[in-house]
């Protein structure tokens, strides 16, 4: 499966109906329990606060998103789905590697709030290769060199 990372932030939610459509549909697949507000009010919220949401593309389509702010040191990423019917194709994987990446291009740590890694995002962040450095309140994800 062919993804490739797509940036989404205000002026390209705002040109584009079907990235709208989407992000709506990924975010309607999470567990509620993982979403501070309902799906709208949260993608408005966080794009409205000048950050933008990291997404998996296939065939033109978001199937997988994270929603990440940049500090101008390091991307907090938070709220991470992916869209039931493609949930265990790799997708997830494909997206946290591409933006871990694109992270380390922008010479930019990532992060996540202790709260927004439960055990299960933990044990895929380790499988793909990323060390969890716990901080006061926060993991720092660093990218383990793989050796060739």
């Known amino acids: 499966m062919p993804v490739t990372l797509h940036s989404v932030d205000r002026a390209a939610w705002e040109a584009d109906a079907q990235a709208q459509l989407d992000l709506a549909r990924i975010y309607s697949d999470a567990p509620s329990e993982r979403l501070p507000a309902p799906v709208g009010t949260f993608i408005h919220s966080h794009l409205g606060d000048g ?34 019917p493609t949930r265990r194709r790799g997708v997830g994987t494909r997206l946290l590697t591409l933006v871990g990446h694109a992270a380390q291009a922008e010479s930019r740590a990532l992060r996540a709030e202790l709260s927004q890694l439960q055990l299960a995002d933990q044990v895929l962040l380790t499988r793909l290769g990323y060390r969890l450095e716990q901080h006061s309140g926060f993991y720092e994800l660093m990218m383990q060199e793989r050796s060739q």
Do not use: E, M, T
């Not at 997404?55 to 991307?75: E, K, M, P, T, Y």
């Open 51 to 84: 950050h933008r949401f990291l997404c998996a593309r296939f065939n033109d389509r978001l199937i997988g998103a994270v929603a990440q702010r940049d500090d101008g040191s390091a991307w907090w990423l938070s709220h991470f789905c992916v869209r039931k």
